[in-house]
């Protein structure tokens, strides 16, 4: 019989050498996830993807590539990868079993839509395939009891989603115990990420030196000593408190008693949020233990069961928040109704620096913006705008143009440095400030403060937030725009005030 190479087209031997190098590519990428190495993975699957053009295998593992990262920009980026496989490829059970882990595990509130497409793709593998391991693996996720997720309480870790109370007073007490063992937060952060990388594999440890390591960043601080101390918490939440709560008309304090609860409340919903997020980074890096070990047993001992402290620190933690939401609204309300001060309404601008209105709520929605959520929730004048069109909410990962928030009224007591507010929690959040500049107030005076920020895997000045403060209102305009510079900005906060305070006055009318 003879040789069957030499039957080959001429055609068909490039196709043949090209399947094996996608597929020696596919190995490589493959190699990369393994150790964890997601962007060169990423790198390494576009590279391939445009050399071979599409293929369902290369498709599935970019888009495994940005999951890796167990963040939300880049789970977008997966669902666009594995869309466009499906595309191409509908019945690939690689890419549909990906994306139904996706959407899976995907946060119910913050993406409804991704998560309702799970159930779809689970019932499409389950077509394709019935009694695989694909369809076996989907149900384990679907129950919670599959993937490296389920040991830190099952599913995808979200801000949104509440971690289970014994995880978190585990994660508490193991930080505090090595807070108070070293002598300092540099070496205790030192100490427990050597015993991570000797215990790859023991979630706690790894949970430890991933919050050690966040709390080590610069300006946070208050969020260490809270860590260290919360019981400080309450002679705080009382005597702001009682100073809150005292009528407006006795002390021009009580109103801004209730604004610095929200300052004080404030750092501890940003250590929760920090907190989550060290426990997701933790999970995404834990390694197989080995064949001996129980993968959900810690070498490091158990922690003790909540008590008196705990309670205390809960009820101060409570009221902290009910002095921040409730007292402000509450003072505001009350106040004279002689007083000949105006207290101006808030209409939305129909369009903010070209882009339309998207959302004008009371809250806001969707959007990781701690102080957004609680301000608009604390005066009966607040207003919480959103702007951009669909198209840009699509292609910048489901972040809006521009967003505003803040309040209108009497704020002739407010004090300049109420401006600081945004500052203030972006310091203590996990943003990095690039810069900050006092700006030019405009004809309303008062105080214009602005600060640019991005997150670690941002460019410098990915967004810039600017928040004012003058006799008839309080605000802040974050504008998404990469590279804005001070005068534009400013003009920008300046241009939004300027029509929110152009409105009708809802009392003092002349």
């Known amino acids: 019989m003879q040789d069957t190479d030499h039957d080959k087209s001429p055609e068909e031997a490039p196709e043949a050498a090209s399947a094996q190098e996608a597929a020696a590519a596919a190995e490589a ?4 996830l393994s150790g964890r190495r997601p962007a060169d993975a990423r790198a390494r699957a576009t590279a391939a993807l445009e050399r071979y053009g599409p293929d369902p295998l290369l498709y599935t593992l970019l888009g495994r590539a940005h999951v890796a990262e167990n ?3 880049h789970d977008d980026a997966a669902e666009r990868s594995y869309r466009r496989g499906l595309d191409a490829f509908p019945d690939d059970l690689g890419l549909l079993t990906a994306y139904a882990e996706l959407c899976l595990e995907s946060d119910a509130l913050d993406r409804p839509g991704r998560h309702a497409r799970g159930p779809g793709l689970v019932a499409r593998v389950g077509e394709l395939a019935p009694d695989s391991a694909y369809v076996r693996r989907l149900d384990r996720i679907s129950k919670g009891i599959g993937g490296i997720m389920a040991a830190t309480g099952g599913g995808r870790p979200s801000l949104a989603t509440p971690i289970p109370l014994s995880a978190a007073h585990t994660q508490r007490h193991d930080v505090r115990t090595a807070l108070t063992t070293a002598p300092n937060l540099a070496e205790a952060t030192r100490l427990a990420a050597e015993e991570s990388q000797q215990y790859p594999y023991d979630l706690r440890r790894m949970i430890r030196a991933e919050t050690l390591a966040a709390l080590g960043r610069p300006g946070r601080r208050l969020l260490v000593a809270q860590v260290r101390a919360p019981i400080l918490l309450v002679p705080l939440a009382l005597a702001l408190g009682a100073l809150a709560m005292i009528p407006r008309s006795a002390s021009p304090l009580s109103l801004w008693a209730g604004a610095a ?8 919903r940003l250590l929760g949020a920090l907190e989550s997020r060290a426990r997701t980074r933790a999970a995404s890096r834990l390694q197989p233990p080995p064949a001996d070990r129980d993968p959900l047993y810690s070498l490091l001992p158990p ?3 909540p008590g008196a402290r705990d309670a205390v620190t809960l009820v101060a933690a409570v009221a902290l928040g009910f002095f921040a939401l409730v007292s402000p609204s509450w003072l505001v309300t009350s106040s004279d109704p002689d007083d000949p001060h105006t207290t101006a309404s808030a209409p939305a601008p129909a369009s903010f620096r070209g882009q339309p ?6 809250a806001v929605d ?3 913006s701690e102080m957004a959520g609680m301000w608009t929730n604390a005066f009966d004048t607040s207003f919480a705008y959103l702007y951009g069109s669909m198209e840009q909410l699509a292609s910048h990962g489901a972040q809006p143009a521009a967003y505003v928030f803040g309040s209108t009224g009497d704020r002739l007591d407010a004090p300049p440095a109420v401006a600081n507010g945004t500052q ?4 203590e959040s996990d943003a990095a400030i690039d810069d900050t500049w006092d700006a030019g107030p405009g004809t309303a005076g008062g105080r214009l403060r602005c600060a640019s920020y991005a997150s670690d895997t941002e460019e410098k000045g990915a967004h810039t937030a600017c928040s004012w403060t003058d006799s008839r209102s309080y605000g802040t305009v974050v504008l998404n725009e990469p590279g804005l510079d001070h005068e534009t900005a400013a003009a920008a906060a300046r241009e939004m005030r300027d029509a ?6 809802v009392r003092g009318d002349a």
């Open 29 to 32: 990428i493959q190699a990369a």
């Open 366 to 368: 969707g959007l990781d």
């Open 500 to 505: 929110i305070l152009q409105g009708p006055t």
């Open 424 to 427: 203030l929690g972006l310091t």
């Open 71 to 73: 963040e939300d920009d």
């Open 357 to 362: 209105l998207l959302s004008a709520q009371p």
């Open 303 to 305: 922690p003790p069961a």
């Open 261 to 268: 609860a929200l300052l004080v409340f404030l750092p501890n």
